[in-house]
């Protein structure tokens, strides 16, 4: 099995004010397993969820291609100026063409009260062929103070019970928010934003249009409260990745979802700034798929968008 080149994080400077392109990026972690989310803990630390390298098995097909399962997966803190795994073992599994799936997304309630997805990409049924490990994908998991985690939701297979966005089953979750009482996972499979209670049950709070209703699938990455209160769901839209497809979410439970920005391209994270601008961060740039680089778009309280860092 290829090994994985493990990357870096790194932090735009990022005021309440315009922020200009080029802005100061500044290096604060490196050594890490193909990371995804990220999220500072109650305590003020900056917590990464690494998706992993997967292993030496079980292997299965999936997509077209064998990936191997291993429990490479992790948590990394960096807290005073320390960078330290506090949670190892997670679920990931890749294949030769250097892809990773496993954590990612993070989200903290409180001291303790970590909740990482771990992604799947595909029929939930499919996560058999990983053998007893299979059911650990498709998953939210808890992950206390010390490092130990549990499961605390299927949501794969809800997503084979409820299938909220209708067409193919798929899940793949992706963004979590974690709200006294729920969880809050978008699930980018599934094309829909669910609610898992603090007793594990799951509930759809909103499905989002996909093929065949619009050219593209919608891909749900990530979700985030507005200075409103309301949900902001962003996309990441299916192939061809077409730029201007993904768009921006606004979402009241018990109403049906309304664009709220369009025009953006391969989302796959996006918060709001103290002075209620909301940043995006998208995967890549140029017409179809990813031949560019990422970039951080601004968009003020008035609408206006300005590139905060590219490249």
Known sequence: MRRFT????????????????????TTVMSGLDNPRGLAFGPEGALYVVEAGRGGDGPCMVLRGQERCYGPTGGLTRLWRGTQERVATGLPSYAGADGEATGPHDVSFLGRGGAYVTIGFGGNPV?????????????????????????????????????????????????????????????????????????????????????????????????????????????????????????????????????????????????????DGSLYVLQHATGPTFFPGPGVVIRVAPDGTRSVVSMG
Do not use: C, M, Q
């Open 126 to 274: 499919l996560r058999a062929g990983f053998g007893s490990v299979g059911a650990l994908f498709g998953t939210l998991l808890h992950v206390a103070a010390g490092g130990t985690w549990r499961v605390a939701a299927d949501v794969s297979a809800y997503e084979t019970e409820a299938n909220p966005g209708g067409g193919t089953i798929d899940s793949n979750p992706y963004g979590v928010l974690a709200e006294p009482g729920a969880r809050i996972v978008a699930d980018a499979g599934a094309n829909a934003l669910l609610r898992v209670a603090a007793n594990g049950d799951i509930s759809t709070i909103a499905a989002f249009p996909a093929r065949p209703v619009r050219s593209t699938d919608s891909v749900p990455t990530a979700v985030t409260i507005g200075p409103d209160g309301a949900y902001y769901v962003s996309e990441l839209s299916g192939v061809p990745f077409t730029d201007g497809a993904a768009n921006i979410y606004r979402v009241i439970p018990g109403y049906a979802p309304e664009v709220f920005l369009s025009g953006f391209k391969t989302i796959i994270d996006l918060d709001f700034g103290p």
């Open 6 to 25: 493990v990357l870096t994080i790194a932090l735009v400077a990022i005021a309440a004010g315009p922020v200009a392109v080029g802005a100061t990026i």
